[in-house]
């Protein structure tokens, strides 16, 4: 059964609200600018964090299939923006090797340069006026909000989504589990932005803000991390200067767990949302 969103759906008109700010310097048909690029794929994840206020009230396979909409148009852009941030991220950490090893290193930021130019060319992005467009039409025609306080339970539901993963994050200490902290916990800030007084909700949209921002450095750390390793597969010769960067990474890595862990400390006290919203 197909449900009409109307004026009274929030989430919904959010969500129209959030793909016309991010479209709005982009004519359609125009090639996305670097920082098109960014909002688009901003602008997935907070409609994707709003999708979670649906939660207990629809369906979950309904919210799944719009969802799986938003994940396609992101990954289209995926490959242009993992490309600018290795680049980016390498010659970050190579600046902090001893001089002998960062003048070891410059072939090996050749080669990614190289490599991550290689493979943004190969990429074809969606047109992201249409994929919005086919989104929203999906959105409205499957969800609805069938009480004034299901956004209240869906806030709860992703912050015990979010918290649950910070527990095991700071307990076992998984790459993984960092990664869907950060979403969850990237939801719960948008969510959050949405639903609370910004007054009231300052302290905790903070904490969320330095959260996301160093577990973005640590996936940017281990994308790369990852091309590395099959740069030294593949590049024997490159092999040392790899050495050198994986040991700048790994205590990178290291201190990006320790900066969330002391976060989750704060942010994930209580058994549900802390926020009165």
């Known amino acids: 059964m197909k449900h009409s969103a109307d004026k009274t759906d929030a989430i919904f008109q959010a969500a129209r609200k959030q793909v016309r700010k991010a479209l709005k310097a982009l004519p359609a048909g125009a090639t996305p600018s670097d920082e098109d690029i960014h909002a688009i794929r901003v602008c997935s994840k907070k409609l994707r964090a709003l999708l979670q206020l649906y939660r207990p009230g629809c369906a979950k396979a309904d919210i799944k299939q719009v969802e799986q909409g938003l994940k396609q148009l992101a990954a289209s852009y995926a490959g242009l923006r993992d490309a600018h941030v290795q680049e980016k991220t390498l010659g ?125 450095l640590f996936q940017d750390h281990c994308v790369l991390e990852d091309s590395l390793q099959a740069s030294a597969a593949q590049r024997p010769e490159l092999s040392s200067a790899v050495t050198h960067v994986l040991a700048a990474l790994a205590e990178q890595k290291h201190a990006d767990k320790e900066h969330a862990r002391q976060l989750f400390e704060q942010l994930y006290q209580q058994p549900h949302v802390p926020l009165d919203c």
């Open 92 to 216: 970050r950490l190579i600046t902090c090797l001893p001089p002998q090893q960062q003048a070891e290193a410059q072939p090996l930021f050749a080669y990614l340069a190289a490599e991550t130019s290689a493979s943004s060319s190969q990429v074809s992005p969606q047109d992201p006026h249409q994929g919005f467009a086919e989104i929203l039409a999906d959105w409205q025609a499957k969800l609805k909000l069938n009480h004034r306080k299901d956004p209240a339970k869906g806030l709860d539901y992703t912050y015990r989504r979010a918290r649950a993963l910070a527990l095991e994050a700071h307990g076992g200490g998984e790459d993984e589990t960092y990664h869907q902290c950060r979403k969850w916990s990237k939801y719960y800030l948008y969510q959050a932005q949405l639903l609370c007084n910004r007054k009231a909700a300052k302290a905790s949209i903070e904490l969320l803000k330095q959260l996301g921002e160093r577990l973005g």
